[in-house]
């Protein structure tokens, strides 16, 4: 669990985090460089949820990278699929990343939201659900395994 008290919005209890894989996690469906060992310090605090349609159909290789199973998410309705996702974990204790068109509904709905810049580039609803816009995925994942660098960003 991650414990945060963010001056003007409250505080949370974070249990839960809920991904996009392709874009968001991998690119071309390959897991970017070092975003392994970072999900795998994540867990140590968080619970990890892979959310995919698996674009470039090589998610089964990423599972087993990963040690564990995405779940996959139907052709259409995703953005729908996604957030409910979210909301049967309980939103209030799940942070979402993501960065496509799809991912909007699950960051919006999501404690916290958290958008990334890709080299698949990013949906500008993404980005407007999103509470938080960060350059890359290892700067995502930086700001979860040092959560008070949150503070600066969404202190109000």
């Known amino acids: 669990m991650i414990s945060l008290e ?11 985090l809920v ?8 690119v071309d469906g390959r897991l ?17 949820h892979l959310l995919t349609a698996d674009t470039h159909g090589k998610q089964a290789e990423i599972d087993r990278i990963l040690g564990l199973q995405a779940v996959r998410v139907r052709g259409g309705h995703e953005a729908e699929q996604k957030a409910a996702f979210v909301r049967q974990l309980g939103a209030e204790a799940t942070i979402a990343l993501g960065q496509g068109a799809n991912d909007a509904l699950m960051l919006k709905e999501a404690a916290l939201g958290i958008c990334v810049l890709s080299e ?7 980005l407007l659900a999103a509470d938080i816009l960060v350059p890359d995925t290892l700067t995502a994942l930086e700001l979860l395994l040092h959560p008070t660098r949150l503070l600066a960003s969404l202190r109000r």
Not at 32 to 48: D, M, Y
Not at 121 to 126: D, I, Q
């Open 120 to 126: 698949e580039g990013t949906a500008v609803e993404a």
């Open 19 to 26: 991904s996009d894989v392709n874009g968001t996690l991998a």
């Open 6 to 16: 963010i001056p003007g919005r409250g505080a949370f209890r974070f249990q839960h």
């Open 32 to 48: 970017i460089s070092r975003v392994a060992e970072r999900l795998r310090a994540i867990q140590k605090n968080l619970t990890l």
